[in-house]
Structure formats: C-alpha cells, structure tokens
T-cell receptor, first 113, second 110 residues
Framework: SQQGEEDPQALSIQEGENATMNCSYK?????LQWYRQNSGRGLVHLIL?????REKHSGRLRVTLDTSKKSSSLLITASRAADTASYFC?????????????FGTGTQLKVEL | NAGVTQTPKFRVLKTGQSMTLLCAQD?????MYWYRQDPGMGLRLIHY???????AKGEVPDGYNVSRLKKQNFLLGLESAAPSQTSVYFC?????????FGPGTRLLVL
C-alpha cells in the first residue's frame, strides 16, 4: 500500500508563480525525500529532510515537515517551464534495513509560459 | 560515469513468456532496488538487495525473481509473464539514503 498521498494530483500554474505540493504519510519515518520525474524518464532526487528537522532549503526549493501531522510540503518558488514534471514524496521508515523508500502517488506540475 | 543503466528500454512479451531485465550501476553502491510504476500508483518496490549475493522481497514480489551475483548488477526475472505485469520498471541504487534511478524499462505483456 502507498505510504504517501500527495495533494493536489495535478497543478497548473504560470511561469514565475510559486508551486506548493503536499504529502501525507501514515507511519513514523526516519526521513522524507522528494523526487522529480520528467515525462518518460527516471526519478531524480531533489531534497531530503530528516524526522528531527522542520524546514530545509535548496535553491528554489523549500521543504517543511510536520511529524505530528505526518505531513510535508514542497514549495518551488519562481517556477519555470523546465519545472514541469511529476513530483513524488518518499518516506524511509527505517524498518528492515536497506533504506527502503515508500513512494506517494505524485503531483503532476505543469508550468505554462 | 553512466550512473544506473537498464536493459532493454522497451519489450513486448506474450503471456507465459519469460525475460530478464538487467540493471547495472557504476557507483559502487551496496543497495539496489527494483520498482514498478503504474498509472496513478506511484512506485512500488518489488525486490531489493543490501549487498552482493543478498536479495529480499519488497511490497509486490509475486511473479518476479531477482539475483545479485555481482555488486554492480541486479537482475529482475519474470518466469511466466502475465498481462498484469505490464508496467514501467525502474531500477535504483543507493549508498546511504538517496536513491539514483535508471531510465526505466517499458514492458508490455499481451
């Protein structure tokens, strides 16, 4: 079963606007990661936030984590057409070894010129 | 560095046929993974390996087998393909926490 549920499923914005995606998960985690997938390609890691962190920044990306609500959000500021992709959250629950990740269902972001 | 590569890129099988998907990584990563991606379902873990000679089941292992005879290679086998195995298959590898993905193999089972 999916650990993460993402909201919204699809998002369409204009270039220059900010895009916010949300992820909710069900069980305790060691860390939560966000990945991007361009159409027809493999996933690319964007950012990782640990369970004891509340906010993290990387370039135009800002991730927040609220472990009490079991939720995270990814903010992309000043979006560009090249940001058009699907975005997935993934949680590492730490059980069983192997740094296994459980992925959400993804948010499809379209940035229009 | 090529990163993670997958062979083949696309394959069509008939029900009951067998095939092997090959994943190779040149980053000396200990951990490797096989996922399948279906529309609206995100990625689901099929099998994974924490080192050469070891494999373990993931969330959806039925109908698949894997082998990790060499550290750099992780093979996914379908012994008797079924239409339900039509999907896009991704391999990934990791050293610590971040996973690095291959470009995917699109499999169609008729």
């Amino acid at each position: 079963s999916q650990q993460g549920e993402e909201d919204p499923q699809a998002l369409s914005i204009q270039e220059g606007e900010n895009a916010t995606m949300n992820c909710s998960y069900k069980t305790s985690i060691n860390n939560l990661q966000w990945y991007r997938q361009n159409s027809g390609r493999g996933l690319v890691h964007l950012i990782l936030i640990r369970s004891n962190e509340r906010e993290k920044h990387s370039g135009r990306l800002r991730v927040t984590l609220d472990t009490s609500k079991k939720s995270s959000s990814l903010l992309i500021t000043a979006s560009r057409a090249a940001d058009t992709a699907s975005y997935f959250c993934a949680t590492d629950g730490g059980s069983g070894g192997g740094n296994k990740l459980t992925f959400g269902t993804g948010t499809q972001l379209k940035v229009e010129l | 560095n090529a990163g993670v590569t997958q062979t083949p890129k696309f394959r069509v099988l008939k029900t009951g046929q067998s095939m092997t998907l090959l994943c190779a990584q040149d980053m000396n990563h200990e951990y490797m993974y096989w996922y399948r991606q279906d529309p609206g379902m995100g990625l689901r873990l099929i099998h994974y390996s924490v080192g050469e000679g070891t494999t373990a089941k993931g969330e959806v292992p039925d109908g698949y087998n894997v082998s990790r005879l060499k550290k750099q290679n992780f093979l996914l086998g379908l012994e008797s393909a079924a239409p339900s195995q039509t999907s896009v298959y991704f391999c990934a590898s990791s050293y610590i926490e971040t996973q690095y993905f291959g470009p995917g193999t699109r499999l169609l089972v008729l």
